[in-house]
């Protein structure tokens, strides 16, 4: 069975422009959420999706961040525009149900540089 | 605020010896706690829980203490292997489906 995906692995790109990250959870899995790490500081929550519908987006910084889920199957990250402070690792989770009672596997994260 | 504290960046020991991982937490409402093994260029993975109605559990090598009126956990590998060299997250939840992480602790168990 496959793991969860994350694409690109990696993305450099200059503040202002637009970068859009995909992720691919495990068939089947319902719940999907997205967190950042920030070089050395804590993997931080931004949001949860339940099949297609936004359960929290308690975590997202501000509205230059869109997070989508069409369809309920892959989510895209969306930062519009890219500022400094946006660099860091974004990692994509999914679980069967809620993470409280069933494991979260996580992908390998895509690298986001902002220079 | 960061609601999860590793205070040790990083941690070395060696092979065959106890590695013992530190965590504290600010908020009491805390109830379930996870610790994550992250290698290089991958995603964190999932180790060991423990609920606060228990303040051990054991799982093979790896053991998770919570102690609830320090609000503190801590993970014991024993004994250490080389293939343990990771960073270690720990992670805490309350009622709401969101895990709150720490910084991470980098372990390296030396030959």
């Known amino acids: 069975e496959a793991g969860v995906t994350q694409f690109p692995s990696h993305s450099v790109i200059e503040k202002g422009q637009t970068v859009t990250l995909r992720c691919d959870p495990i068939?089947?899995?319902?719940?999907l959420y997205w967190y950042r790490r920030v070089m050395g500081k804590e993997i931080k929550f931004l949001l949860h999706f339940v099949k297609e519908s936004k359960q929290d987006e308690s975590g997202m910084p501000n509205n230059r961040f869109l997070a989508e889920r069409t369809g309920g199957t892959y989510s895209t990250l969306k930062v519009q525009p890219a500022e400094l402070e946006d660099s860091g690792v974004y990692f994509c989770a999914s679980s069967q149900g809620p993470i409280r009672s069933y494991e979260q596997y996580f992908g390998p994260g895509t690298r986001l540089t902002v220079t | 605020d960061q609601q999860v504290k590793q205070n040790s960046p990083s941690l070395s020991v060696q092979e065959g010896r106890i590695s013992i991982l530190n965590c504290d937490y600010t908020?009491?409402?805390?109830?379930?706690f996870l610790w994550y093994k992250k290698y290089p260029a991958e995603g964190p993975t999932f180790l060991i829980s423990?609920?606060?109605?228990?303040d051990k559990n054991e799982d093979g090598r790896f053991t998770v203490f919570l102690n609830k009126s320090a609000k503190h956990l801590s993970l014991h590998i024993v004994p250490s292997q080389p293939g343990d060299s990771a960073v270690y997250f720990c992670a805490a939840s309350a009622k709401a489906d969101q895990f709150y992480f720490g910084t991470g602790t980098s372990l390296t168990v030396i030959p």
């Open positions: 068939s089947g899995h319902d719940n």
């Open positions: 423990i609920s606060s109605i228990k």
């Open positions: 908020n009491s409402m805390f109830d379930y």
